[in-house]
């Protein structure tokens, strides 16, 4: 990611300190934020020029020259949909903003252009039993199940790939040899596989203390169940921005209450509520952590991602949330399976 408190600038910087961002900085560009840090515009060597042209001078502040509707791109927006908005606007640059309008990085369309292989390790837990995907998962396990034209652990492989993370661990447990036999080193799919493989059932973060090598950089742990196009880089980049030491991604979950809810106060109505709708953030089952973590994960025993959470707040570690508001979908039932068909080719170009 970049510095990108090295590229920002408020509309009361003069045209001397921009130009010093821009001609520093491989962008050319420069973000100008307002006082809560919020994206409200950018400004570019074209925009001073022209001030100066109408009789600006180096001192001038630039509040009356920067661009005030820059296209902004969320980070919770694809690559594919980033790639698209900046060639309909014919941008060669895309600030990234979060759900606040706050920068947390910059994009450049050559780069976005061009798949840059990542050291981080992604691990996918695909040993689960799917038993409410019976009779499916009777013979094949779940990861491999058909969703389009082919298994949804490929297409969880081929997303993570686009992105340039190749490095890939794979846990298995039931019917591990049917994960191994397809997805072999994964060279026929463009990436590096290899494997852990759980003698008994470790739960969703107890199969990590197997890991044979210890991560040096963050790293992706993933259900092999889901589908997803989340922007795997800006996950990273984010929870490289914050700090983190564990990040969750999480996903908006409403749930209408079937009756009319009474507030009181001592004996008193004070309030009536019908069949309210309440909105929940729900674990989404993808998570970037730092090599640390790993610590904290008792050796080949049962031990659950929310458990490690809790450790790590305890201990008082970073633990953040990053929202999904791009496709997702946990395939646990068969109504879940059978969505995930009607929409596979609406959402993943072939």
């Not at 979060?98 to 050291?119: F, M, P, S, W, Y």
């Not at 209450?257 to 004070?270: A, E, F, K, M, R």
């Amino acid at each position: 990611m970049k510095e990108i408190q090295d590229i920002t600038v408020s509309p009361l910087s003069t045209i001397k300190e921009a130009l010093s961002i821009i001609d520093s900085g491989a962008m050319k560009i420069a973000i100008v934020i307002d006082k809560n840090k919020k994206v409200i515009g950018t400004i570019t060597d074209g925009d001073i020029r022209r001030g100066l042209l109408n009789g600006l001078n180096l001192d001038s502040a630039i509040e009356s020259i920067y661009f005030k509707n820059p296209t902004l791109a969320n980070i919770n927006e694809s690559k594919e949909a980033i790639i698209q908005k900046a060639i309909h606007k014919k941008l060669y640059q895309i600030p990234i903003v979060n759900d606040q309008g706050h920068l947390v990085d910059i994009e450049d369309l050559a780069t976005l252009l061009k798949i840059t292989t990542r050291k981080n390790r992604v691990v996918l837990m695909a040993g689960g039993l799917g038993t409410r995907l019976h009779p499916l998962t009777q013979k094949m396990p779940k990861p491999l199940l058909k969703v389009g034209n082919k298994p949804i652990l490929e297409t969880i492989i081929e997303n993570f790939s686009k992105y340039g993370f190749v490095n890939i661990t794979i846990s298995v447990n039931y019917k591990a040899e049917m994960i191994k036999e397809y997805f072999g080193d994964g060279s026929k799919f463009g990436v590096c596989i290899d494997y852990i493989e759980e003698s008994q059932r470790l739960g969703t973060a107890g199969a990590l203390s197997l890991l044979p090598f210890q991560p040096k950089e963050p790293f992706f742990v993933m259900n092999a169940d889901l589908l997803t196009n989340v922007n795997f880089t800006h996950l990273l980049d984010f929870h490289i921005h914050e700090h983190a030491t564990a990040t969750m991604c999480v996903r908006e979950y409403d749930y209408q209450i079937p009756y009319g809810v009474i507030q009181t106060q001592n004996s008193s109505i004070t309030s009536i509520k019908e069949k309210p709708i309440e909105t929940f953030f729900v674990n989404a089952g993808i998570y970037v952590l730092s090599p640390e973590v790993l610590h904290y994960i008792p050796k080949n025993s049962f031990y659950d991602m929310p458990t490690l959470f809790e450790q790590l707040i305890s201990k008082e570690h970073k633990a953040i949330s990053f929202p999904l508001h791009e496709y997702w979908l946990d395939i646990g039932r068969m109504s879940d399976f059978e969505e995930a068909q009607n929409e596979y080719f609406k959402v993943f170009d072939e």
